[in-house]
């Protein structure tokens, strides 16, 4: 099932993509003066993503500052563009050991096919982590009480991702929940799983460059965190594989790699996912442009969308008044 937006602000988000063309956005970006901007004969919709620029144009292939979106739009919640690969960690069926079946079957999503609907038993080729989704308040995903998400899950999210490239480090700053991660590139050792002390919500990771492409290599994820929306666990002793390659001058294409011997029986291989490439005067909120605050805070999602969505459609009864 799908998740329905948590806040007003979110509505207002998506209602406003879906009143305005591609056309209108681009015709913002190219009023506002902005350095990057596209060709004046650029493409006003794409393969599946809002092209605003030449995927042809000459680029840097390490390159990589700037808004890459998966966003079939560019923002604003919704799916992920056609090419871009879904939200699923994998289309291939993990090897589980015992630890790792009893973490996958204790997580219960609200995301995938509904659990024992014709829909699910008509799509046996799925796993079933991908055919046992259940109302949102029968569910225990961590998300829904704001907690981070942690990757691989972030950047598997529709929504834009800004790579911010300094020195020393690369941040990346996902819009869906305002999340910040650090990938070390000052060359220091990434510590091995048993040496990790203290579990990170977005874990500890190092880059490095292999030719034209950046390896992540990260571990001492906090385990409460799940692989993607599906509820694929982890446990505090994975690695995760990362390889980001800028195959044209408006595409990063994604491979993963997941090394888990606690919960899976041998490494298990990521769907290969892409973004596209926006200029930051794509997003517009109140005549600023960027990434938009879009946090996940308790106030909105444990109380008001509790309340008036997630627990009545898991109990039936109307929603409860609000606290006075």
Request: contains cysteine.
């Amino acid at each position: 099932m799908t998740r329905m937006p948590r806040a007003r602000h979110v509505a207002a988000v998506v209602a406003a993509a879906a009143s305005r063309a591609v056309v209108v956005a681009l015709a913002a970006i190219v009023a506002a003066g902005a350095v990057a901007q596209p060709p004046p004969n650029a493409a006003r919709g794409g393969p599946g993503y809002p092209k605003v620029y030449d995927p042809n144009m000459p680029f840097e292939p390490k390159d990589i500052a700037g808004i890459w979106t998966p966003n079939g739009a560019g923002y604003g919640g919704g799916g992920r563009c056609r090419d871009c690969g879904d939200r699923g960690f994998s289309l291939e069926f993990p090897e589980l050991t015992a630890a790792g079946k009893a973490a996958f079957d204790a997580n219960i999503p609200s995301y995938g096919r509904a659990k024992d609907s014709d829909d699910a038993k008509a799509h046996p080729e799925e796993h079933i982590g991908r055919r046992r989704a259940q109302a949102p308040a029968l569910g225990n995903d961590p998300y829904q009480s704001c907690n981070p998400m942690g990757m691989p899950r972030a950047i598997l999210y529709p929504d834009p991702v800004e790579f911010l490239v300094l020195n020393d480090r690369i941040l990346q700053h996902f819009e869906w929940g305002y999340g910040l991660r650090t990938i070390w590139m000052d060359g220091r050792r990434l510590p091995k799983p048993e040496e990790i002390d203290l579990p990170r919500w977005w874990g500890y990771a190092v880059g490095r460059w292999d030719g034209n492409t950046l390896v992540v290599t990260s571990t001492g994820h906090d385990s409460r965190t799940w692989v993607d929306h599906f509820g694929y666990p982890h446990s505090d002793q994975m690695v995760l594989e990362e390889r980001y390659t800028r195959i044209n001058y408006d595409t990063i294409e994604l491979k993963m790699v997941l090394t888990d011997p606690e919960y899976y029986a041998k490494p298990w291989v990521a769907q290969t996912k892409r973004m596209h490439l926006i200029p930051q005067t794509f997003i517009q909120s109140s005549g600023w442009s960027g990434l938009l605050e879009d946090l996940c805070a308790p106030a909105d999602e444990v109380d008001t969308f509790n309340r008036l969505i997630r627990d009545p459609a898991g109990t039936g009864k109307p929603a409860a008044p609000p606290k006075r």
